[in-house]
């Protein structure tokens, strides 16, 4: 299991660009997937984008696609989700997950994920 802690949410008005980052703990880091959840108040927990273990593919929900772009370092232990263009219905708390030995694929789901951060909330104003 890692350690996960997201930084980097806040408000901004549409249009706009934020970066959130995610820490990772232990040594293990490049073995496990990494993905980016989010949820709106009132709704379920949705996928946003996974990236794979060597960082050289990555899937992304329709909705956020050509605006997201998902990211990691092994070196440092980091995943990033840079996201642009951003819009109202983006507005959640957006969440870091990690997964050991779920495969890489285009639409994991929160079952398939067994460390979560704590969340970091984005809003975006119109």
């Known amino acids: 299991q890692v350690q996960l802690v997201e930084s980097g949410g806040g408000l901004v008005q549409a249009g706009g660009s934020l970066r959130l980052s995610c820490a990772a703990s232990?040594?293990?880091?490049?073995?496990?997937?990494m993905g980016w959840f989010r949820q709106a108040p009132g709704k379920e927990r949705e996928f946003v984008a996974t990236i794979s273990r060597s960082g050289t593919g990555a899937y992304y929900a329709d909705s956020v696609k050509g605006r997201f772009t998902i990211s990691r370092d092994n070196v440092k232990n980091m995943v990033y989700l840079q996201m642009n263009s951003l819009k109202p219905e983006d507005t959640a708390v957006y969440y870091c997950?990690?997964?050991?030995?779920?495969?890489?694929?285009?639409?994991?789901?929160?079952?398939?994920?067994?460390?979560w951060g704590q969340g970091t909330q984005v809003t975006v104003s119109s």
């Open positions: 232990g040594r293990t880091f490049s073995n496990h997937l």
């Open positions: 997950a990690a997964a050991r030995f779920t495969p890489f694929r285009s639409t994991p789901t929160t079952a398939d994920f067994g460390s």
